[in-house]
Every structure is written in C-alpha cells, then in structure tokens.
C-alpha cells in the first residue's frame, strides 16, 4: 500500500485523525502546517475548501474528518475504529456527524472563526457569545450521553480521540472542564494514556492542560 501521508495542524481537528491513524498502526507520514492564520494559499490546490485534515493516498485526495477516520478504520478492518456492530458503526457516524457539525462548525466556528458568519463585525460579540453557549449545550450534552470511558461499546473508536479534540478546546475557552464534566473528564483520562494520544501530542507539539 502506498504510504499514507496525512496533513495536519498542530492542536486542530485534525488531532482526531491523527491519533486514529496511530492507533491503526498505519505507517504513514504527517505533513504539519499552521493554519490559525488562515489556510495557506499555496496548499489550496490540496484542499479547495481550505481546511486540514486532508489524507493523500497516492493520488487520491480525501478530506473531511468523518470521512478520513472512516478511510483509516477502513485499513485495519480487524481494528474496529468505528465500532464492533452495525449500531455501533451508526452510533459512531451520530456522534461525529454532530461533532463535525453543530460543535465543530457551528459552536466553536461561532467563537473562533466568527466572520464565516458575518461580513459585519457590529455582529461579532453576539455570534461569539451565541457559540460559547452552543459549546455549553454541547459540553452538557456530552457529559449527559456519556456511559463509560467510551463513547461507543466497550473499546476505543474514532469518536473518544474526537471528544478529546473538543475537551481540550473546551480548556483553552477556559470551561472549567474537570468540575463540570466528570464523565468527559474519564474519557479523556483514559485517552490520554494511551500511546497514540501521547505519540501525537509530541509530533504536534501540544500539550493537554493548556
Ligand atoms: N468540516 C471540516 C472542517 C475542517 C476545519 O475547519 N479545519 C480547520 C482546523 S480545525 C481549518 O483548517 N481551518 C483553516 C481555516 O479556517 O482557514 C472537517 O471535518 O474536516
């Protein structure tokens, strides 16, 4: 198989990915660019949308998170990523739809990259303020679902390294995560052991208690 490379961000959504594709055991290589300032203009031929994550395997060019996590879990069948049954595989495409949707896009897009929003920044302070409370309802949402240190059965899938992207923001929005969210909280305690998680934090640079 050609050697995957994925493109990635340090501390972005593409630290979903990154850590499934570690945790499939894939060899494969990461490509590491900065896109808080925007996306790079001369890797946009990479990704029209101008977004990482973005896998390239070979010749074929695949972006989205669910989509990529999909084609990773799609490698190492035996694995598991997105679950042991079919509702489990459902449950795991609920979560990571509404997380790559309503969280991602929506809740913490409403903080961070308002002006997707808006061309008038009179309108700025109220879409932030609306997207730190969709990030709320999404956090109690989360905590709420949640009945074990995973998402999905009884393993690790695609959706615990996804949840540990979120939490994570949720930190740097300075939520108080540890008191509020217990449940969440384990989750991402029991991720944060593992070696895939802690391989990629080093690769990207990051810390967690940020
Ligand atoms: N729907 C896309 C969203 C990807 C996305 O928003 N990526 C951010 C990093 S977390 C990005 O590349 N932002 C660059 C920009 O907004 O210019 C996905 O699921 O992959």
Same mark, same amino acid.
């Given at each position: 198989?050609? +050697?995957?490379i994925l493109w990635i961000a340090p501390g972005a959504c593409s630290l979903a990915p990154h850590i499934l594709i570690r945790e %499939?055991?894939?060899?494969?290589? &990461?490509?590491?660019?900065?896109?808080?300032? !925007?996306?790079?203009?001369?890797? *946009?031929?990479?990704?029209?949308? /101008?977004?990482?994550?973005?896998?390239?395997? !070979?010749?074929?060019?695949?972006?989205?998170?669910?989509?990529?996590?999909?084609?990773?879990?799609?490698?190492?069948?035996?694995?598991?990523?997105? /679950?042991?049954?079919?509702?489990?595989?459902?449950?795991?495409?609920?979560?990571?739809?509404?997380?790559?949707?309503?969280?991602?896009?929506?809740?913490? !897009?409403?903080?961070? *990259?308002?002006? #997707?929003?808006?061309?008038?920044?009179?309108?700025?302070?109220?879409? #932030?303020? +609306? /997207? #730190?409370?969709?990030?709320?309802?999404?956090?109690?949402?989360?905590?709420?679902?949640?009945?074990? &240190?995973?998402?999905?059965?009884?393993? $690790?899938? %695609?959706?615990?390294?996804?949840?540990?992207? $979120?939490? *994570?923001? !949720?930190?740097?929005?300075? $939520?108080?995560?540890?008191?509020?969210?217990? +449940?969440?909280?384990?989750?991402?305690?029991?991720?944060?052991?593992?070696?895939?998680?802690?391989?990629? $934090?080093?690769?990207? /640079?990051?810390?967690?208690?940020?």
């Amino acid at each position: 198989m050609t +050697k995957p490379i994925l493109w990635i961000a340090p501390g972005a959504c593409s630290l979903a990915p990154h850590i499934l594709i570690r945790e %499939a055991g894939i060899d494969f290589e &990461t490509i590491l660019i900065n896109v808080k300032p !925007g996306f790079p203009e001369e890797y *946009r031929h990479m990704n029209p949308k /101008g977004r990482v994550p973005i896998l390239q395997i !070979g010749d074929i060019t695949i972006t989205e998170v669910p989509a990529i996590m999909t084609a990773i879990s799609q490698m190492v069948p035996g694995k598991h990523l997105l /679950g042991k049954t079919n509702l489990e595989i459902v449950r795991t495409y609920e979560w990571c739809n509404w997380l790559s949707g309503t969280v991602h896009a929506q809740a913490f !897009g409403g903080v961070r *990259r308002t002006y #997707r929003f808006s061309d008038d920044p009179e309108t700025y302070e109220s879409i #932030r303020a +609306k /997207g #730190r409370k969709t990030v709320e309802e999404s956090f109690e949402y989360i905590e709420e679902r949640l009945q074990g &240190t995973h998402a999905v059965g009884d393993s $690790f899938t %695609a959706v615990d390294g996804f949840l540990l992207v $979120f939490y *994570r923001w !949720g930190n740097q929005l300075e $939520f108080d995560m540890r008191a509020k969210y217990p +449940k969440f909280t384990s989750l991402v305690e029991e991720g944060l052991e593992r070696d895939s998680v802690k391989a990629a $934090f080093r690769e990207e /640079g990051i810390e967690f208690w940020v």
